[in-house]
């Protein structure tokens, strides 16, 4: 293979703690490595940024909702240039719900390597695996939703924490996911009836349980089956007024549990889209901001670790696997609404929506997801996500980064908006005059989510050893001034190095990448319970057989991944 | 001694049935029995085995004859017809893999065809109607386990989807639903007596054609307000009654077929019927599916989707992918003379569009894939027949309520015999070759 040599760029890489010293990196055979012969490729990155290729922890660009979000919006295609094919491209459109040959290139162009698909039914696994089987580049991986699983709803309810371990692992290798991932626990389920779960407390109808119970019990299978990912938690009443509350209630379940893995990962909790979760007020009239509070329990609480969901002030479109949210929201903007409800498992909702600067409470979402991030104390717990395409397509990425980074470019969008002083009023983010550091970006972007997903030994920094996955971004920090150059370079990536190939070579995609798709098999005692329990209910509620249900490796998978766990002790 | 394969999908319809057996012999060549299969179905199976099936492509000659051809010289005349022509149009995917699928769009891209599929002489108008409304829908297994009052409009499961009923929708035991058709209450409407209806718990004879207007009227009975006397030809107190009976039920689902999505109105029919839906959530749950037809109409919809964000009639000829239904459908563009080459895979647009498209199929350089001699095949220049999806070789599919399922081989296809998928890489081979573009 290959040898590269990087020259002379800044580099920044939270895991070897370099701060922007001018450094050579070095490839070999798809690995960093400390050095190479004469006859490497060189590529000259004097005056530039190198970092590790960015890892999203959270991010929805391959399944069953995101091809409704495709197929029922044709206006969202007239929101950006239709791309046409061109080299070893293919035709490329679509702004908020991308096709897959987009969501590609443009997670290159921003330096990205690795994209961890954030809900996957696991029924419509297949359909996952199938789009990220077509989508060429980045590395992904499937969290299947277990918040409203049956069978997890009554293992958890008696008690059966061995039986959920094994019923999980079962299903992890049936759908090839990657780790356990919750949407409104029970809500979901009752919304099969037309109801929710609003609080940690409330009842499961029929099934007798509470979120509480759900979410402590997902976080013991979790660490009892060592996975490399903690639960993934997209916790109860989301999006409404006065739910700060609640998302605390959920987050202080984490306390007392501890990590139990070999890969890395310090949390047992990783809460997604926290901005959304950080809402107070009583209505949409005192509508404020809770994230000081919440970001302030996280600060204290080294096992929680979260990804925050920036509002981009954009059209978009929202998806969720929190059914009843989506139908609230399209009572509330009117616009068209797609749900699906999914036997056994779980459900999903889809609405466009409008992120305006001139209404207030937009405005106030916007400044609480960066609120939070500038008052987070640890970058390497606190991640940079859209909850793409939920808050904002992620082509925004570059464009948070410059928010995060620049107060004049903060205040640039609280001067362009129509409530101006209510929208600062209703926030702390007027009175923050942090602006984040490269460094703190690389952790927000790669080296934190790395860790977070357990893969920290092989992603998401540029330690000899390491995979080679390398930006290269024409930002130069020593000379650079105006904050416009930093969305403009983290949206075009000058050369992108991902498994030792050279993806983007002088700010122009060259090569598809051979992309892998993770996924983990993890081992445990049989049980004789759950055989039973999957041959009952495959016979009776589900529509397919049991045997029709496995996604099967090496038809859907061009170049799998596999992460083996041995959790039978 | 035979062999019993399980666990098959039948590729027949969009109820994508998953529970068939096959009895084939020994040498795995021959199927001897299909049990659990609708007739229809096991038809579907057994028709693979008909001594007179045509194994090898076809040329037609000057003089009306069929000359055989190799694969490859089928697959060159194939990449050549589309490589030729400015506007191609790539027709049908209905009943093949969504990998053949796949293969078909690069084709498509690289030569600029127009790629549509059969819902647009069925379900476009439901897809169009989704563009303005969206669709609260389930998975089937949730009807299976929760509806207790089901609507079939506009379409008659009893012939056109057999196993539905007995699957999903009315005598199925579910986890809520423990007694069957007795946990269930039933709405036919249709303007025919249909052998659905007969075993419904009310049949709405409605007047042909005034789909919209009686939705319209549950709409506004759900909240009590007036109506005439008559809507559709239904009275208003039968109107008032079945509105109560949806809003009295914890889950209500709404089947609906070609007498809704084809008959005066069109997309606005569905428009409406999806806001019902809508409107019913405020009172109960409520979702509403679509009946399709063929067995991976759907999974046609969902490829073209992730790979150009349109679920049928992309047009790729001018460089990017555009969407206008009734411009970019193929039977304006045949009518209206805009294509210039045609290509038909996994459909019979000879026995379905009017007779004006197929006249103009028949002057065209075309080219058909299809197992079976059909009227498209006699109307094409080239006949490509291939093995059966779902039967001879597996492959993705997409039920109609979108959930994948794998299709599997039960025989072996006749010797020397390729896939859709093997076929399509030959032509995409080729085209590459033609344009001068890496593989």
């Given amino acids: 293979m ?194 929710n779960c609003m609080t940690v407390n409330d009842q499961v109808p029929y099934f007798e349980i509470t979120p509480k119970e759900i979410i402590a019990g997902l976080m013991t299978v979790n660490e009892s089956l060592h996975l490399p990912h ?8 989301l999006g409404n007024p006065g739910n700060y509350q609640t998302t605390l209630d959920s987050l ?145 990425y570059p464009r948070v980064m410059k928010w995060l980074m620049s107060e004049k470019a903060r205040d640039e969008v609280f001067a362009s908006m129509k409530a101006e002083d209510k929208v600062r009023d209703r ?43 390398i930006a290269v971004y024409p930002y130069n920090p020593e000379t650079a001034s105006d904050p416009e150059q930093i969305e403009y370079a983290f949206s075009n990536a000058k050369y992108l190095i991902k498994s030792g190939e050279i993806i983007i070579n002088d700010s122009e995609i060259v090569s598809n990448g051979n992309k892998q798709t993770y996924w983990v098999d993890v081992k445990t005692n049989p049980s004789k319970q759950v055989e039973h329990d999957l041959r009952e209910m495959f016979l009776k509620y589900y529509t397919v057989t049991e045997r029709n249900y496995e996604v099967e490796e090496h038809a859907f998978m061009k170049n799998p991944n596999v992460i083996s766990i041995d959790a039978t002790q | 001694m035979t062999q019993l394969v399980t666990d098959i999908i039948c590729p027949f319809c969009g109820t994508l049935c998953d529970d068939i057996e ?9 199927i001897i029995k299909v049990t659990n299969a609708c007739a229809i179905g096991a038809e579907k199976f057994l028709h693979a085995q008909s001594p007179d099936r045509i194994v090898r492509p076809r040329m037609k000659q000057e003089d009306g004859s069929w000359k055989e051809v190799t694969y490859d010289e089928a697959a060159k005349y194939t990449a050549k017809i589309l490589c030729d022509a400015k506007k191609p149009l790539m027709y049908g995917w209905s ?77 199925s035991r579910g986890y809520f639903t423990t007694k069957g058709s007795k946990s269930r209450k039933i709405i036919v409407v249709d303007p025919r007596p249909t052998d659905t209806a007969s075993v419904a718990d009310y049949h709405i004879q409605i007047q042909q054609g005034r789909d919209y207007e009686l939705i319209d009227a549950l709409r506004v009975a759900l909240q009590e307000g007036p109506l005439p006397e008559t809507v559709a030809g239904v009275p208003k107190e039968k109107i008032y009654d079945i509105a109560r009976l949806l809003k009295s039920g914890r889950f209500v689902t709404i089947f609906f077929g070609m007498g809704v999505t084809h008959s005066l109105g069109k997309n606005h029919n569905i428009d409406i019927a999806i806001a019902l839906t809508s409107d019913l959530n405020k009172y109960t749950k409520a979702a509403i599916i679509p009946m399709r037809g063929h067995y991976n109409v759907t999974g046609s919809g969902q490829v073209l989707g992730w790979q150009f964000g349109f679920p049928f009639c992309v047009d790729l000829s001018r460089g990017f992918a555009r969407y206008n ?9 045949l009518m209206r003379g805009e294509v210039d080459a045609n290509f038909v895979i996994g459909s019979d647009p000879g026995s379905h569009f009017p007779f004006k498209s197929v006249k103009v199929i028949n002057e065209l350089p075309s080219v058909c894939i299809d197992p079976h001699m059909t009227p498209t095949v006699a109307v094409s220049k080239c006949h490509v027949p291939v093995a059966l999806v779902g039967i001879e070789v597996g492959g993705s599919c997409y039920r109609m309520d979108n959930v994948p399922i794998e299709s599997r081989k039960v025989v072996d296809p006749p010797a020397g015999m390729l896939t859709d998928g093997e076929f399509l890489e030959l032509v995409l081979t080729e085209v590459q070759r033609i344009k001068g573009v890496a593989a």
């Fill in chain 1, 2 to 195: 290959t040898e590269i040599l990087i020259k002379n760029g800044f580099v920044f890489d939270p895991v070897s703690g370099i701060k922007g010293d001018k450094k050579d990196i070095a490839v070999k055979d798809g690995v960093i490595v400390e050095s190479v012969s004469g006859s490497a490729k060189v590529i000259d990155a004097s005056g530039m940024t190198v970092m590790a290729g960015g890892v999203d922890i959270h991010s929805h660009v391959a399944g069953a909702k995101v091809n409704v979000g495709r197929n029922f919006r044709p206006e969202d295609k007239l929101q950006a240039v239709y791309e046409p094919a061109r080299g070893v491209r293919h035709m490329a459109g679509g702004n908020s719900v991308p096709t897959v040959f987009k969501t590609a290139y443009k997670y290159a162009d921003m330096g990205y390597t690795t994209v961890i698909e954030a809900a996957m039914p696991p029924l419509y696994a297949r359909h996952t695996h199938e789009e990220m089987r077509d989508t060429p580049i980045i590395d992904q991986a499937a969290l299947p939703l277990f918040g409203n699983n049956w069978f997890i709803l009554e293992y958890l309810k008696n008690g059966e924490i061995d039986n959920a371990s094994a019923y999980i692992a079962w299903l992890l290798r049936s759908t090839k996911g990657y780790g356990i991932k919750c949407v409104n626990p029970g809500g979901t389920e009752a919304w099969a009836w037309g109801l």
């Fill in chain 1, 230 to 237: 903690s639960l993934h938690l997209h916790s109860n009443n």
């Fill in chain 1, 252 to 396: 202080k379940i984490a306390e007392g549990f501890k990590a139990n893995n070999n890969f890395g990962r310090d949390q047992v909790m990783h809460h997604t889209h926290i901005q959304f979760h950080s809402y107070g007020g009583t209505s949409w009239g005192d509508f404020e901001s809770k994230g000081a509070e919440v970001m302030d329990y996280i600060n204290k609480n080294p096992n929680i670790t979260c990804d925050v969901g920036f509002i981009t002030l954009d059209e978009t479109t929202t998806m969720t696997g929190d059914g009843p949210f989506e139908y609230h929201l399209s009572a509330l903007n009117h616009l068209k609404w797609a749900n699906t409800d999914v036997e056994i498992e779980c459900g999903a909702g889809i609405v466009p929506y409008i992120y305006s600067k001139d209404i207030y409470v937009c405005g106030v979402q916007w400044s609480i997801g960066l609120e939070m991030a500038l008052l987070a104390k640890d970058h390497m717990r606190c991640y940079l996500t859209t909850d793409h395409p939920n808050a904002g397509p992620f082509t925004r």
């Fill in chain 1, 427 to 469: 926030s702390t983010l007027g009175s923050i005059d942090r602006e984040l550091t490269l460094y703190e970006i690389a952790m927000m972007t790669r080296a934190g989510t790395a860790k977070a997903l357990g893969m920290g030994k092989k992603l998401g920094g540029l330690v000899p050893g390491m995979q080679a996955d």
């Fill in chain 2, 22 to 30: 096959v009895e084939v012999s020994d040498d795995g060549k021959k």
């Fill in chain 2, 95 to 171: 009943s093949t893999s969504c990998e053949a699928q796949a293969t078909g769009h690069m084709i498509a891209e690289l030569v600029g065809g127009v790629v549509d599929n059969t819902a647009t002489v069925c379900h476009g108008p439901s897809l169009i109607a989704v563009h303005d409304v969206g669709i609260p829908s389930c998975t089937l297994g949730e009807v299976k386990n929760r509806a207790d009052r089901v609507i079939f409009w506009g379409c008659n499961p009893a012939h056109a989807h057999p196993r539905h009923m007995s699957r999903y929708s009315i005598f």
């Fill in chain 2, 325 to 333: 239904p009734g411009e970019s459908s193929a039977n304006d563009l």
